[in-house]
């Protein structure tokens, strides 16, 4: 397969745990995109890399929220201290540079007990 | 700024029939135009862009969509609708050259296409 993947697919964690989400994107891209889509919504940005290195980040990423992406291969997604609010649908998504189309994984599903 | 906007939650068709499901955008430059499909409990896949050339871009699955500029819209569109074309519709937009190419998205449209 060699599209973009996610792990785990669901992940269920009571408020106050630290939780940690990985994409793996397509090989030959070096364009990598954490999104966050919530119930009745589009997906809204969060961070965004090149290679390894993290260019842009939304105001949406809080403090507990950190991303890494080292090598340039996969990415992680790290929330501490997760509150209810934080319960959404974490996708990840990849691009071979800035100007082509966005592929996105299956997403993670978390939900914050 | 960017903003997209599809003003319908929910589009019903018959199996057969044409659909049509309905976005409009704003940026500052030259737009770049997508649509998404999510199934459920899926990511979002790539259906057609529209980046520049013709107004008429065809797409994955039989969709296409048009691209007006006057009226800033992009509607996507399929001339028979199947029942397995049900489905969350994500229409996208982002700032073209010199922008900072991150995507806004549309709050979705459910096509339910009925037998």
Redesign the interface.
């Known amino acids: 397969d060699t599209g973009v993947s996610q792990d785990p697919r669901h992940k269920i964690t009571k408020r106050g745990q630290n939780v940690t989400f990985r994409c793996d994107p397509i090989s030959e891209h070096n364009r990598l995109y954490w999104y966050r889509q919530t119930l009745g919504q589009g997906p809204e940005f969060l961070t965004y890399f090149q290679n390894e290195a993290q260019l842009e980040k939304s105001r949406l990423l809080s403090d507990r929220f950190s991303a890494e992406r080292p090598k340039g291969s996969f990415s992680t997604l790290e929330i501490q201290r997760t509150e209810q609010g934080d319960s959404a649908m974490y996708l990840c998504a990849s691009s071979q540079d800035r100007r082509e189309t966005q592929y996105f994984g299956p997403g993670t599903r978390l939900l914050v007990l | 700024a960017q903003s997209v906007a599809q003003p319908e939650d929910q589009v019903n068709v018959a199996e057969g029939n044409p659909l049509t499901v309905k976005c409009t955008y704003s940026v500052s430059g030259n737009p770049y135009l997508?649509w998404?499909v999510q199934y459920p409990?899926?990511?979002?896949?790539?259906l057609l862009?529209y980046i520049t050339g013709d107004n008429l871009v065809k797409g994955s699955y039989g969709f296409e969509a048009e691209f007006n500029k006057s009226q800033t819209s992009f509607h996507l569109k399929k001339p028979s609708a199947l029942v397995s074309d049900s489905a969350l519709y994500?229409c996208?937009v982002r700032d073209g050259p010199g922008g900072?190419?991150?995507?806004?998205?549309?709050?979705?449209t459910s096509l339910i296409v009925h037998p």
Do not use: E
């Open positions: 997508f998404y409990n899926r990511g979002l896949q790539f862009k994500f996208a900072s190419y991150i995507p806004t998205f549309g709050r979705g």
